[in-house]
């Protein structure tokens, strides 16, 4: 399967937990994005990878929301003391340029 | 800013014709995406506008005026499984990251 790829699906985690999700891109595409969707709602922006370059965050990611792209290549986004709030599907999108955006399956995120 | 504006549901019968409005105020513009996003599962692209006017893919189409800040996605010939929601995303360059922002998408309802 040459999409895009993120583990794991599902991780219920306690509070205050730190949990880290990783996301591997379709191969070659330099632009890597990040999204949070919670039921009902469309994808919320949280921060824009160019290759290894982080360029852009959202004023939607706290402190502790820490993302990495070592050697532009897959991504891990990693959430520190867990709250209720974090409770969503994080969603990982890569594109080649400026071209549509191709989305991953998601990892369901639930604080307890 | 970004302010991008979708029906929250509709409803439509097996067979008929359906229109899926998005209206948008962005700081910048440099293209409209359309999504389809079954539930549980990642968005899946459908359409992109860049121009002004109507692209046609199959039983969908979409059509842009960028003057009026307005889009809409055209389901034609509907099958049951075309219940989904559908995301209408706009592309600001904002500084070079043309980040796409999501509306909160339209939940369509198809019934025999």
């Known amino acids: 399967d040459t999409g895009v790829s993120q583990n794991p699906r599902h991780k219920i985690t306690k509070r205050g937990q730190n949990v880290t999700f990783r996301c591997d891109p379709i191969s070659e595409h330099n632009r890597l994005y990040w999204y949070r969707q919670t039921l009902g709602q469309g994808p919320e922006f949280l921060t824009y990878?160019?290759?290894?370059?982080?360029?852009?965050k959202s004023r939607l990611l706290s402190d502790r929301f820490s993302a990495e792209r070592p050697k532009g290549s897959f991504s891990t986004l990693e959430i520190q003391r867990t709250e209720q709030g974090d409770s969503a599907m994080y969603l990982c999108?890569?594109?080649?340029?400026?071209?549509?955006?191709?989305f991953g399956q998601g990892t369901r995120l639930t604080v307890v | 800013g970004q302010n991008i504006d979708q029906p929250t549901e509709m409803t439509a019968t097996e067979g008929a014709i359906v229109q899926i409005n998005c209206t948008y105020q962005t700081s910048g513009f440099n293209g409209l995406f359309w999504y389809q996003q079954h539930a549980g599962e990642a968005p899946t692209f459908l359409s992109y506008n860049v121009l002004d006017g109507l692209e046609e893919k199959g039983r969908f189409s979409s059509f842009l005026s960028r003057s009026k800040g307005y889009s809409y996605l055209l389901l034609k010939e509907l099958q049951m499984k075309d219940s989904a929601s559908y995301l209408c995303a706009v592309r600001d360059p904002r500084g070079g990251s043309y980040i796409p922002t999501f509306g909160r998408g339209t939940s369509l309802i198809v019934h025999p």
């Open positions: 990878f160019q290759n290894e370059a982080q360029l852009e």
């Open positions: 999108a890569s594109s080649p340029g400026t071209a549509e955006a191709f």
